[in-house]
């Protein structure tokens, strides 16, 4: 799952420019600030866990394989060799914070909140599920549609030292492997304001990295069990673009009326869900994805739906023309100081046509723990 690091505006900004604003909105920025604080601050090395006798067999187990991702992301991928993932916080709650994301009743353009130096966002987020749903249920009461997402893990783009986190250390190697790979590759580039670009790249340096680990480090189990893991998420977020798309055109026709839409509406959406138990059928009974039917489904749902995978084909002919990953940042680099249009027309005319590209949402899957 990528994130705007929505917390900078308050541990960049400072409380002066909260003082500046509403009552409510300074409470937003100081649970923000505390939220993030006490995530660093409750942090340790990753060898103090190792070493600590408390320390279950199974969690010093994880610890050691993140640290031997970690290592192969500096030694192979020469990604930053900072201090990000190489803490690790105990949480006693299952997310690390939870997303507000709201639309209109007939629309899938979200709502946006803007903020100083980090500028305007598609969603709220709360370390508080009370919290998080408390301003929910405000949005519904003014007639919007909303959901709540449980977020696992998140990147600070290199500004804080990002912890490993109980939230997400349970995911098989393959997964923890990706995520780690991904965020990391965030702080080596990132272009404000050009999500295609930034997650193209990042996908781009996850896949590859995660190839050559499993090359070095998997066994046939865990390859065929990420290759699932991948065929899941692709087929289920296909779905979700179909529904998306279907949305889309009956909240564009304006010969329907407003009553007549939001029967369609209702009616998609049950399609939806029907369509998901037959791909859940077809998966063998995979319950992963069950949590974003939790809530009522709505257009919150669907509104952060995007097409993050695009330039990934560009990316990949420019790592392999480069030959080596340090001569590929410092191209990625240079593409990234360009007019966002002139560099997403230089990765356009790199690409190769890909259908049924594979799509991405903010909250992106929370695989279950091995076992469960």
């Keep these: 799952m990528r994130i705007t690091p929505w917390f900078r505006t308050v541990l960049l900004a400072g409380t002066a420019a909260g003082l500046l604003a509403s009552c409510s909105t300074l409470g937003y920025y100081t649970q923000a600030a505390q939220g993030q604080l006490e995530l660093l601050s409750d942090s340790r090395p990753i060898d103090d ?17 993140a640290r031997q991702i970690r290592r192969f992301a500096v030694s192979e991928m020469a990604l930053p060799d900072n201090n990000s993932y190489k803490t690790y916080t105990a949480l006693k709650r299952p997310y690390v914070l939870w997303n507000v994301v709201a639309t209109p009743e007939l629309s899938l353009r979200p709502l946006e909140w803007c903020f100083p130096v980090a500028g305007c966002v598609d969603y709220r987020g709360y370390y508080s599920k009370d919290a998080a749903m408390a301003y929910a249920k405000q949005l519904r009461a003014e007639g919007d549609d909303v959901e709540v997402g449980g977020v696992a893990a998140y990147s600070t783009l290199g500004w804080f ?11 098989p190697d393959g997964e923890l492997a990706r995520m780690i790979f991904h965020e990391l590759a965030h702080q080596v580039v990132y272009a404000p304001g050009d999500s295609q670009f930034n997650e193209s790249f990042a996908s781009t340096v996850e896949e590859v990295g995660v190839e050559r680990w499993m090359e070095r480090f998997g066994n046939q189990q865990m390859r065929d069990a990420y290759a699932r893991y991948q065929s899941r998420k692709k087929d289920f977020l296909a779905l979700l673009m179909k529904y998306r798309k279907a949305l ?6 304006i010969d329907r009326s407003d ?6 509406k209702a009616r998609l959406f049950q399609e939806l869900k029907d369509e998901y138990q037959v791909l859940k059928g077809n998966w063998g009974g995979y319950v992963g994805y069950d949590r974003f039917f939790e809530q009522p489904l709505s257009n919150a749902h669907l509104a952060s739906i995007a097409t993050y995978e695009d330039f990934v084909p560009a990316f990949r002919t420019l790592l392999q023309r480069e030959g080596s990953f340090p001569r590929f940042y410092k191209e990625v680099k240079r593409l990234s100081e360009l007019d966002r249009a002139d560099r997403h027309r230089i990765l356009k005319a790199m690409s190769r046509p890909m259908l049924n590209a594979p799509l991405m949402v903010q909250r ?3 695989p279950l723990p091995v076992g469960r």
């Design 49 to 65: 866990w190792i070493a600590d006798p408390g320390t279950s067999t199974k969690l010093r187990h994880r610890l050691e394989t």
């Design 364 to 366: 992106s899957e929370t």
């Design 248 to 253: 889309e055109q009956n909240y564009a026709l």
């Design 259 to 264: 009553a007549e839409k939001r029967v369609v």
């Design 161 to 171: 030292s990002d912890p490993l986190i109980s939230t997400f250390i349970n995911y």
